[in-house]
T-cell receptor, first 117, second 114 residues
């Protein structure tokens, strides 16, 4: 099973709302990632968690707050977003963080399509 | 730094035509190379990978060979189907200052006509 699940599939929120995106994997992977993808563009890395600890933050604005409560779950908390934050948010996981043995292959979820009004 | 360059799309082909999507890379050392496919409204799916020079990745009729001498990883398929219509991303995993990250190309949209 190489499945990464994400909820919700679609989300519409106002600029004053607080919402959360959820990601789950049961492959025993110890690295999890959040990416942002704008239309017709490649995914852009936002955060990397390795063994439930934040290892990379690509200078993402603080209105995005990641959380990794356990090895299977990854959340992205959203607060006071801007319309330009509208995008497809992708979660991915790999056995270990890239660079480690077996760590190269990332498995992506279907994404959450976010619209900020 | 590390980078991936893909051919500009869109690529439009008739069903059963031969497909080539070019991908070249710049990286230090020996990166692992990947092709991902994204169908409309979906996330990325791993299509194939190669982890060292001269390796050939293959899956679902698609193939790509890791060519270190030309720093290329071109995607090929002998006979495309309408269901292959999607966006294809070439990617590498490489180190920048000791931190390993995925670097994606800009993606190539493929449209296959019946």
């Amino acid at each position: 099973d190489t499945e990464v699940t994400q909820t919700p599939k679609h989300l519409v929120m106002g600029m004053t709302n607080k919402k959360s995106l959820k990601c789950e994997q049961h492959m025993g992977h110890r690295a999890m990632y959040w990416y942002k993808q704008k239309a017709k563009k490649p995914p852009e890395l936002m955060f990397v968690y390795s063994y439930e600890k934040l290892s990379i933050n690509e200078s993402v604005p603080s209105r995005f707050s990641p959380e990794c409560p356990n090895s299977s779950l990854l959340n992205l908390h959203l607060h006071a977003l801007q319309p330009e934050d509208s995008a497809l948010y992708l979660c991915a996981s790999s056995q270990v963080v890239a660079g480690g043995p077996g760590g190269e292959t990332q498995y992506f979820g279907p994404g959450t399509r976010l619209l900020v009004l | 730094g590390n980078s991936v360059t893909q051919m500009e799309g869109p690529v439009t082909l008739s069903e059963e035509a031969f497909l080539t999507i070019n991908c070249t890379y710049t990286a230090t050392g020996y990166p692992s190379l990947f092709w991902y496919v994204q169908y409309p409204g979906e996330g990325l799916q791993l299509l194939l990978k190669a982890t060292k020079a001269d390796d050939k990745g293959s899956n679902k009729g698609f193939e790509a060979t890791y060519r270190k001498e030309t720093t290329s990883f071109h995607l090929e398929k002998g006979s495309v189907q309408v269901s292959d219509s999607a966006v294809y991303f070439c990617a590498l995993v490489g180190s920048t200052s000791g931190t390993y990250k995925y670097i994606f190309g800009t993606g190539t949209r493929l449209k296959v006509l019946a």
